[in-house]
């Protein structure tokens, strides 16, 4: 089971979309997929998964690999980093926006 605190946690963080937090949770139950799976499991189209990924990619929240297909070519597989990983890059984040200044706590 997910800690639903520390994805909502991340979404604020990370400034991530729904779709974004559902991938992400998607592919910790599956341990990893392809676009089509996950747009399959999700109903959303490939083009939204493709760009929810590159996010999820660029923000260190998924990683990336080539699978070669049966047929000849290769696919990309993703896979959800740990959450203890993403807890850690979010206190990493916090730390340093709050060391910069440009975050501020409220009462």
């Known amino acids: 089971m997910v800690n639903c605190d520390l994805l909502r946690l991340v979404k604020c963080i990370m400034n991530l979309s729904d779709l974004e937090v ?13 676009v089509r799976e996950l747009s399959v499991a999700t109903g959303y189209s490939r083009p939204a998964i493709q760009k929810a990924l590159l996010k999820l990619l660029n923000n ?13 070519g290769f696919i990309y597989v993703y896979k959800a980093v740990p ?5 850690d890059e979010c206190l990493r984040i ?3 926006r709050f060391k910069r200044g440009s975050l501020k706590l409220r009462a």
Not at 28 to 33: I, K, P, V, Y
Request: aromatic residues 2%; proline residues 0%.
């Open 60 to 72: 260190g929240l998924v990683t990336r690999k080539r699978a070669l297909r049966s047929g000849g």
């Open 22 to 34: 559902l991938i992400y949770k998607h592919l910790l139950n599956l341990e990893d997929a392809t």
């Open 83 to 87: 959450l203890e990983k993403l807890r």
């Open 94 to 96: 916090v730390m340093e």
